[in-house]
T-cell receptor
Framework: NAGVTQTPKFRILKIGQSMTLQCTQDMNHNYMYWYRQDPGMGLKLIYYSVGAGITDKGEVPNGYNVSRSTTEDFPLRLELAAPSQTSVYFC??????????????FGNGTRLTVT | GQSLEQPSEVTAVEGAIVQINCTYQTSGFYGLSWYQQHDGGAPTFLSYNGLDGLEETGRFSSFLSRSDSYGYLLLQELQMKDSASYFC????????????FGSGTRLQVQP
């Protein structure tokens, strides 16, 4: 199993450009998440999904959009990129469970710079 | 608010024991998880406490006290490879089903 795969690994965007960060998992996990991590900080939840066709906002959703058409894929869309979106983006997945007793499996991250 | 607080940095020597504390504030809480992240890497799961008490996994142990809204990660027989950031995390909003992470504790192990 490849686990959680994110592409691209690195990207530099100009202000106002848009892009899609790809995330796919082959573990048949229902729950998928997008987090961003600024330097020296913890992870902040952007969006999450509990199954195909269902998405919901996290703590910092502004400037982002998501879709979940299949169990495997959970792309994150940035429209009109801004310097404040410079960060490392992590996609994660897990099996459903009471509370959080099933561990998150993270992708290797996408390092995005907006200049 | 709903948050998890942990110290920003801890330094220890090889072979020693270190404890990383985590306090949380929330009205609804399922349990406390711990994740390790090496520089430039992705977070990886270390442990989970759903009930009060101590959970042991090799050199690492984790503790939770719901009455005190407090937990800790204990690392024994420290090795240089344990130098990393450690995050406590919990489901702070029972309607969200997503983990909220603390800001992380950077552990530096010195020879």
């Amino acid at each position: 199993n490849a686990g959680v795969t994110q592409t691209p690994k690195f990207r530099i965007l100009k202000i106002g450009q848009s892009m899609t960060l790809q995330c796919t998992q082959d573990m048949n996990h229902n729950y998928m998440y997008w987090y961003r991590q600024d330097p020296g900080m913890g992870l902040k939840l952007i969006y999450y999904s509990v199954g195909a066709g269902i998405t919901d906002k996290g703590e910092v959703p502004n400037g982002y959009n998501v879709s979940r058409s299949t169990t495997e894929d959970f792309p994150l869309r940035l429209e009109l990129a801004a310097p404040s979106q410079t960060s490392v983006y992590f996609c994660a997945s897990r099996v459903p469970g009471q509370g959080d007793n099933s561990p998150l499996h993270f992708g290797n991250g996408t390092r995005l710079t907006v200049t | 608010g709903q948050s998890l607080e942990q110290p920003s940095e801890v330094t220890a020597v090889e072979g020693a024991i270190v404890q990383i504390n985590c306090t949380y504030q929330t009205s609804g809480f399922y349990g406390l998880s711990w994740y390790q992240q090496h520089d430039g890497g992705a977070p990886t799961f270390l442990s989970y406490n759903g009930l009060d008490g101590l959970e042991e996994t090799g050199r690492f142990s984790s503790f939770l006290s719901r009455s005190d809204s407090y937990g800790y990660l204990l690392l024994q027989e420290l090795q240089m490879k344990d130098s990393a950031s450690y995050f406590c995390a919990g489901v702070m909003d029972t309607g969200r089903r997503a983990l909220t992470f603390g800001s992380g504790t950077r552990l530096q192990v010195q020879p």
